[in-house]
């Protein structure tokens, strides 16, 4: 077989040099044999004549020799191919709709394929990532079952001794931390991992080694890992950076260690410390996500099996709520790492993957039309003598060079618009970056080769059957188009229009999730309003009377700038995430129903004036509440609709801990990322708020959150970051500010997602639909060319323009119609799949569907008409002379 | 085989190739000229024999083929099943009635 290649290849590649020598050996045989003849006394012409005869047709030896080396399959392909060219370019009004069509599709395709691929298929970049798990708790309660990622410090204790599995955890977020170097204050992206974090996942480090046991303790050495970008940017590459102490929130921490360039964390994260996980505080509630490595003398089933007992050993009564049944398991991580990406991602793809259809279809229909007027050629060749597999293996090669040429255009399309969205996408999550590999670009050229097939093989398949008889009589008389000939176009466009309708329909209820949520009303008013937070995970910000003292001066100094209206700090903002803690009620009926969650914002004075949230009854939190004096809070009308219905709020007590707050006011809801089941992306979420003076638990949430100043007033957004950086550093110059911005930007990021999937499904579904318009367009044109006989016949009679342009838009219309009666119904039978991605719009909304299928109808209608206007320049005495 | 057999006992071009082959069957087997070149290709395809330009006798630029090792070890391995064969076949016509 190898020999056999290496001749076949030598062949094509020396193709002359083997031409030239086969007739020289060729012509050397004939004349040899002619010399020998002649020395045996036949005369000189006779001899040539005989040697001639007895050797045969030179021509023929010289194929079969051909055949011998293989060699018939690349001539034939390269004439084909040679000859599709040239067809191609004899039409190139067609040749570019379609390459145009095919570049677009498959564009899109690569573009969304990378996605898809970087989000669900690409193996995580861990060791037999296949062995990776994560730990979850699957939870059933009654009318909701549910899995929760997050494990506390008992999970932790039972799991870290397990037979079968080898676990890690870290706490699942990246936290702002202050770091000195040299002299400069930066804020750096932490995340806190236990020992054995780079072991389970099986990645090895550049420099140094990881957390020991003794580190990962609580209280002790303070020591820390650097990710390679941070080594490089910050500390220059230094390569004795282990071992030397680097000021780390407000303390030394030693380096031990320095992550590869090539190591992607689950966390982003600049530098990595100890865990140290516990059974009380942080540890106290499920604030952990563990990773688990199936041992290798062991398997899933056991696996899952030990983390079911073990695991589940550790969860205290009620839990999970008064009647919940909760069992641990293990998920693969690389499933969990694609995790609330894996719907919108798969919707997206089968969205692309319809419009690839559509493309498809349209090129299909386009090819058949033209396969009609080919009809005249084929049936020529046929009766000449050209065999049909010959015929139906040139159409095919045609189709294959259109595809080929449009597929690598569309790749270069789609490689473009993934560099455009590289940078996007790392803000969306998708952590393993975007990139054509060669994955993805063999799997768009076999998808654009498919697409030949698709479109190429329908037209093939009529040709095959194709009457040469009629075929050559109808190419010369053009009778009034035929019925049977039509129907196979038409049906393809109306599944077009089916379709499109389904991905319009689609991309509209995603349009309308995206317009509630931005509806919904933000409850203050963030305009010329700006934050900047700091991170008071620091040593020096332990004591509660420190952070409030650095809260105080600074305000005052902030206040005192000129052209601020107000300031103030909260741990939370609009928009965010919030703390979520499990509260009771002392008093009233409320008494009664035991721990129940909310959200907890701790504020300074000022904070409801700054951001202009709503007063509702009672007070706002301010300068009386002081440390000593009696604890309140402010509770806003989500918290009181939820829990306190049949009581009065103002005065009720909330217990927090072991101290007992009372209500003294009800404030507007603001919009906030909820981390509770039960709302969408962004909602009114029920909220304690509590006074920075009164807190008390500043070390524990510090770890968690960094606390945001915000500042009103008429100065530009410069002057007022310059006027909080000012007084910060005043107060203490080794506090840097991080993520300083508008506050309205946080809506923008807490939608983004919403946003993304609207405005790429609307797109896809703006092609699909100019698609299926391109395509309507073209079936009614081409009837009309061919009916324009049959037309100029009936206005001969006397039919009215009207009647005759009807006539001629009618196919298309009705086509639309089916297809979009077709495609309501698909779509309502599909449209539940998208049920997790909307809010406020049902799946089955009518008003979307009712929109969707008018929009689409109309623009066929008019794609029906457009080309049927022609009839209106039909000059009935013209068009029956020239036939 | 006999393309092979022919081309084992010294390189020859294509005309030789077929002199040969008349010569030492005794001018008892005659090869179709014209089909004679594409069973070389083949076999050149395949390996078996491999093929340079030269000089012939009288003076011409010619192709001479000659035998690659693995057309030694092709021409060996039919040999020895031709003659199995052929010998099966004399076994079974020499037969007499009374050795059944």
């Known amino acids: ?883 | 085989m006999l393309i092979l057999k022919a081309v084992s006992l010294g390189p020859l071009h294509g005309y030789g190739v077929l002199l040969r082959i008349q010569q030492i069957s005794g001018n008892l087997l005659e090869i179709e000229q014209g089909s004679l070149y594409p069973a070389l290709y083949r076999l050149e395809h395949q390996g078996l024999i491999g093929s340079e330009w030269g000089v012939s006798e009288n003076n011409r630029k010619a192709k001479f083929y000659r035998l690659t090792p693995a057309g030694t070890k092709r021409l060996r391995v039919e040999t020895e099943q031709w003659d199995l064969l052929s010998l099966a076949v004399r076994n079974v016509l020499g037969t007499v009635p009374e050795e059944v």
């Not at chain 1, 046991?213 to 230094?238: K, N, Q």
């Not at chain 1, 030397?244 to 320095?258: D, R």
């Not at chain 1, 999970?320 to 690389?334: K, S």
């Open chain 1, 1 to 883: 077989m190898l020999a056999q290649l290496r001749s076949l290849w030598s062949g094509i590649r020396r193709r002359d040099r083997m031409e030239d020598g086969m007739d020289e050996e060729l012509r050397f045989h004939v004349e040899q044999y002619e010399a020998d003849l002649v020395r045996s006394g036949v005369a000189p012409a006779e001899a040539k004549r005989l040697s001639r005869m007895r050797f045969g047709s030179l021509e023929v030896a010289k194929e079969q020799c051909r055949e011998a080396r293989w060699l018939r399959w690349p001539d034939e392909l390269q004439r084909n191919v040679r000859f599709a060219v040239r067809v191609l370019r004899k039409s190139p009004g067609f040749t570019a709709v379609t390459m145009i069509t095919l570049a677009l599709c498959i564009g899109a395709n690569t573009a969304v394929y990378s996605v898809v691929d970087a989000v669900l298929f690409r193996p995580i970049p861990y060791a037999e990532p296949e062995r990776l798990a994560q730990v979850v708790t699957r939870v059933h309660a009654p009318g909701m079952d549910g899995i929760n990622d997050d494990q506390d410090g008992a999970a932790w204790e039972a799991l870290k001794h397990a037979r079968s599995l080898e676990v890690a955890a870290e706490l699942g977020l990246s936290v702002g931390v202050n770091l000195v170097a040299g002299r400069i204050p930066l804020c750096v992206q932490q995340t806190r991992i236990t020992s054995g974090y780079f072991r389970v996942l099986g990645v090895p480090l550049q420099l140094g080694r990881e957390f020991s046991e003794e580190e990962d303790r609580p209280g002790g050495p303070a020591a820390a890992i650097l990710s390679h970008d941070l080594w490089m940017r910050v500390f220059a590459g230094d390569p004795a950076i282990v071992g030397k102490a680097i000021l780390l929130k407000g303390e030394p921490h030693v380096v031990i260690g320095v992550a590869r360039a090539t190591f992607r964390p689950m966390t982003p994260a600049d530098l990595w410390t100890p865990l140290r996980p516990s059974t009380t505080g942080e540890g106290g509630g499920e604030n952990y996500i563990m990773t688990a490595r199936v041992r290798a003398a062991f398997d899933w089933p056991q696996a899952r099996s030990e983390a079911g007992s073990r695991g589940s050993a550790s969860f205290h009564s009620g839990q999970f709520g008064p009647n919940a049944v909760a069992r641990m398991d293990l998920l693969p991580l690389q499933e969990v790492r694609a995790g609330f990406l894996r719907t919108p991602m798969l919707v997206l793809w089968a969205a692309v993957g319809i419009v690839l259809l559509i493309g498809c279809v349209n090129i299909a229909s386009l090819m058949l039309a033209r396969g009609a007027s080919r009809a005249r050629e084929i049936g020529t060749r046929v009766a000449l003598g050209g065999g049909r597999g010959a015929v139906v293996r040139q159409l095919l090669t045609e189709s294959a060079v259109l595809s080929l040429a449009g597929g690598l255009a569309g790749i270069a399309l789609g490689y473009a618009a993934i560099r455009g969205m590289t940078a996007v996408a790392e803000g969306y999550g998708i952590w393993q970056g975007l990139r054509l590999d060669l994955r993805v670009l063999a799997v768009m050229l076999a998808a654009s080769l498919a697409t030949s097939v698709v479109f190429g093989l329908v037209p093939a398949w009529r040709v095959s059957r194709v009457d040469v008889r009629a075929a050559l009589l109808e190419g010369g008389s053009r009778a009034v188009a035929g019925r049977r000939s039509s129907w196979l176009g038409r049906t393809l466009v109306a599944s077009e229009v089916a379709l499109g309708l389904m991905l319009l329909i689609g991309a509209g209820l995603l349009v309308r999730t995206l317009l509630y949520l931005r509806s919904m009303p933000p409850g203050f008013d963030g305009r010329g309003v700006i934050a900047a937070s700091v991170s008071l995970q620091d040593a020096r910000y332990r004591d509660a009377g420190r952070v409030n003292r650095l809260y105080t001066q600074t305000l005052e100094r902030i206040r005192s700038t000129p052209g601020v209206e107000s300031a103030s700090v909260g741990l939370h903002l609009p928009y965010e995430r919030w703390l979520n803690i499990g509260v009771q009620f002392k008093d009233g009926p409320a008494a009664k129903t035991g721990w129940v969650n909310t959200t907890l914002n701790y504020v300074h004075p000022g904070y409801f004036k700054t951001l202009r949230i709503g007063l509702r009854a009672g007070r706002f939190l301010d300068e009386r509440d002081t440390a000593t004096s009696q604890p309140v809070c402010v509770v806003n009308e989500a918290f009181v609709r939820k829990y306190l219905r049949d009581q009065p709020a103002i005065g009720s007590h909330i217990l927090m801990g072991n101290a007992a707050a009372e209500i003294v006011g009800v404030v507007g809801d603001v919009q906030q990322r909820p981390g509770l089941e039960g709302f969408g992306p962004i909602g009114a979420v029920y909220a304690a708020y509590v006074p920075a003076t009164q807190f008390s638990g500043f070390e524990l949430v510090h770890r968690w959150f960094s606390p945001s100043w915000i500042v009103r007033g008429s100065l530009p957004r410069r002057e007022l970051v310059k006027a909080v950086q000012n007084a910060i550093r005043s107060v203490d110059h080794l506090l840097p500010l991080s993520r300083v911005r508008a506050i309205d930007e946080e809506r923008d990021k807490a939608l983004r997602m919403q946003r993304l999937s609207a405005a790429l499904l609307a797109t896809l579904a703006g092609l699909a639909m100019l698609l299926a318009a391109v395509g309507v367009y073209g079936v009614v044109s081409n009837s009309v060319v061919q009916r324009t006989r049959e037309l100029g016949i009936r206005m001969a009679f006397g039919a009215s323009v009207r009647q005759a342009l009807l006539s001629a838009a009618r196919p298309g219309v009705v086509m639309a119609g089916a297809g979009v009666l077709v495609g309501l119904g698909l779509a309502a039978a599909l449209s539940p799949v998208l049920g997790t991605l909307l809010y406020g719009v049902k799946p089955g909304d009518p008003w979307t569907f009712a929109a969707a299928g008018l929009g689409l109808l109309f623009i066929a209608v008019l794609a029906s008409v457009i080309p049927a206007m022609r009839v209106l320049r039909l000059d009935p005495a013209r068009a029956l002379r020239d036939e």
